[in-house]
C-alpha cells in the first residue's frame, strides 16, 4: 500500500488517498500522504486536468492537509457567463467530488460558493441515477469534513462491501480489522466506565440528572477516537457526565438565587464551602471537584503539568455562562443575537472539552502554549460556536416551550423582524462560516499542533453528527440509537446496507 502511494500516476494516488481517508486508516499512513501531496505534479495546481473529479479531489485533499491551492483550479468548468458549464451536471462522480470540495472554501472564495450551490442542486435531483443514490443521500446528508470519523469509515466500509471491485481487497480488509479492533476497544472502555457510573451513583441520587452515559462516551468517542488515547477517551467521558448534570441543574431544577450560591461555590473550589448548599447541589459540585481533580492527578502523574487550575478555569466559565442564561430566563430577557453569540460559545461547553482535550493528549506543553489556549483563540472558539448553533437548531424551540433560556434563532428572530424559518436559514451561514474559518486554521501560523487542530475540528463534526437528526443528548432517537451502534455495538460484516 505504501508502494502504491509512491506511483507516479496522480490520478492513482489521489484515489488512493482518500480511500485511505475514508477507510480510517489514514493514521497507518501520515507521513507518505503527505509526500505524495506535498509532490504531486503542479500542472493539477493550473487547472490543465479536464476530469472534475480529479481536479476536485486534488483541491479538497491539498486544502485538508494544509497546501496552497487556489480556487482558480476550477476556472476551466467555467462558461463563457463565469457559470459552471451545465453538462457538468452529467458527470455524476465529478458532482459529488465537487460538492466536497466546495466545503473546504475560504470566506470570500465566491467560485466556492456558486460550486456549492450548483452541486446542490444538481445532486437534490439525482434521483434516477440508481446506481450512485446511495453516494448522493449520504453526502447530501454531512459533506465528508462534517462526519465523525468512525462513522464515515463505518459507512465506506459497510458501500463497499459488495462493491469489491472499486477498491483493493486488501485495504478493505484492513479497513475492516481495524474497525472492529476500535469497536472492541471502545466495548472494554464503556463496560469500565458503566461501572464508574453506577458507583457514582449521580443517576440514582438526583432525580433530575439524564442518565447517558453510552451518548457521554460517545461524544468522547467522537473527539478522542485514536486508539492510544484511551485513558483520555475515558476522562473525556467523565467530564461530558458532568456537563449534562449541570446544565440540567442550570434549566430545569434550580432557583435562581440556588444557581447563584451554586456558581460562587464552583468558583471558590473549596469544599467546606459545598457546605451551605442544598444537598443536591452539594453532590454534584462535590463530584464535580472529585472528577477534575482525579483528572489532573493523572495528568500530573503522566504529563508532569498541573493542570487543576486551568481545568478549574474553564468550568467557571462555563457555569458563569450557565448563570447567564438562567438570568435571562429569569428576568424574561431576550438578547440580542450578538449578545447571546458572546454568551454561547462558552455555554456550550465546548471550550471545556477542548482544554481537558488538550491537557489529556500529550501535547508539547509549554507555559507560551497555555496562555495561548486559555485566551480562547478561534481553534477554540469557532468549533465551540458550531456546537452550540447546531443545537440551537433542532432544541431551541422546545427549550424554549420548557422554560429554558432563549436560544440564537429566537434572537435573531426578534432582532431582524423574520420568521423562524428564516432566521435558522441565517443561522446555518454562520455556522458555515465557522467552518470557513476552520478550514483556514490549517494555512495560519499556530503554536498548536496539527494533532490539537483536528481534535477541535472533531468537536464540531460530533456536532453535526449528533444533532443532524434531532437531539441527540435531550432525547436521543431512532438515528443516535444507530449511530452508536454502529460506532460501539455491531462490528463490521455482520450486516450489509
Not at 384 to 401: P, Y
Request: net charge negative; with cysteine.
Amino acid at each position: 500500500m505504501k508502494y502504491m502511494l509512491r506511483v507516479s500516476d496522480p490520478i492513482i494516488q489521489l484515489q488512493l488517498i482518500d480511500d485511505i481517508q475514508r477507510l480510517g486508516l489514514d493514521s497507518h499512513f501520515k507521513e507518505e500522504i503527505k509526500r505524495a501531496l506535498e509532490f504531486m505534479p503542479t500542472s493539477y495546481d493550473k487547472g490543465i486536468v479536464n476530469d472534475l473529479h480529479s481536479t476536485s479531489l486534488y483541491f479538497r485533499l491539498r486544502r485538508q492537509h494544509g497546501f496552497a491551492v487556489s480556487q482558480s483550479m476550477f476556472d476551466g468548468f467555467k462558461d463563457q457567463s463565469g457559470a459552471f458549464m451545465e453538462n457538468l451536471s452529467m458527470d455524476m462522480k465529478g458532482m459529488l467530488s465537487l460538492y466536497e470540495a466546495s466545503h473546504f472554501a475560504f470566506e470570500g472564495e465566491e467560485l466556492m460558493n456558486h460550486a456549492r450551490a450548483f452541486t446542490t442542486k444538481c445532486l437534490e435531483s439525482v434521483s434516477g441515477h440508481l446506481q450512485m443514490e446511495p453516494q448522493v443521500t449520504h453526502t447530501l446528508e454531512l459533506p465528508l469534513c462534517q462526519w465523525m470519523q468512525r462513522l464515515e469509515a463505518r459507512w465506506y466500509i459497510d458501500y463497499l462491501h459488495d462493491k469489491r471491485g472499486e477498491i483493493n481487497p486488501a485495504l478493505l480488509e484492513f479497513a475492516k480489522l481495524g474497525f472492529n479492533m476500535s469497536l472492541n476497544v471502545h466495548q472494554s472502555e464503556l463496560k469500565e466506565l458503566s461501572g464508574w457510573w453506577i458507583d457514582l451513583g449521580l443517576a440514582r441520587k438526583l432525580s433530575f440528572v439524564r442518565d447517558r452515559l453510552v451518548e457521554s462516551f460517545f461524544c468522547a468517542a467522537a473527539i478522542l477516537p485514536e486508539l492510544q488515547f484511551g485513558n483520555s477517551r475515558k476522562a473525556l467521558t467523565k467530564v461530558v457526565t458532568m456537563i449534562i448534570t449541570i446544565d440540567d441543574l442550570y434549566d430545569v431544577y434550580g432557583l435562581l438565587d440556588e444557581l447563584e450560591l451554586f456558581t460562587k461555590v464552583v468558583e471558590r473550589w473549596d469544599i467546606n464551602a459545598m457546605e451551605q448548599l442544598p444537598e443536591n447541589m452539594k453532590i454534584c459540585a462535590l463530584a464535580l471537584e472529585n472528577i477534575t481533580n482525579e483528572i489532573a492527578r493523572d495528568i500530573m502523574r503522566e504529563e508532569g503539568w498541573d493542570a487543576l487550575p486551568y481545568l478549574r478555569c474553564e468550568w467557571v466559565k462555563l457555569c458563569k455562562s450557565f448563570l447567564v442564561e438562567a438570568r435571562w430566563h429569569a428576568k424574561g430577557q431576550l438578547p440580542t443575537l450578538e449578545e447571546y453569540l458572546q454568551n454561547a460559545w462558552i455555554s456550550s461547553s465546548g471550550p471545556v472539552l477542548l482544554i481537558h482535550s488538550f491537557f489529556l493528549t500529550r501535547q508539547k506543553i509549554t507555559p507560551e502554549l497555555i496562555d495561548c489556549i486559555i485566551a480562547s483563540p478561534d481553534i477554540i472558539r469557532s468549533p465551540s460556536m458550531v456546537f452550540r448553533l447546531c443545537n440551537d437548531l433542532v432544541t431551541g424551540k422546545a427549550e424554549l416551550e420548557r422554560g429554558d433560556a432563549p436560544a440564537s434563532i429566537h434572537c435573531y428572530m426578534n432582532d431582524a423582524g423574520v420568521s423562524e424559518a428564516m432566521a435558522c436559514e441565517h443561522i446555518k451561514k454562520l455556522i458555515d462560516l465557522e467552518w470557513k474559518a476552520m478550514n483556514e486554521q490549517s494555512f495560519v501560523l499556530s503554536p498548536f499542533s496539527k494533532e490539537f487542530n483536528v481534535i477541535c475540528m472533531n468537536l464540531a463534526r460530533m456536532s453535526h453528527c449528533l444533532y443532524n437528526h434531532g437531539d441527540g443528548i435531550g432525547s436521543p432517537g431512532k438515528r443516535t440509537a444507530n449511530n452508536v451502534s454502529s460506532l460501539l455495538m455491531e462490528p463490521v460484516g455482520s450486516k450489509k446496507i
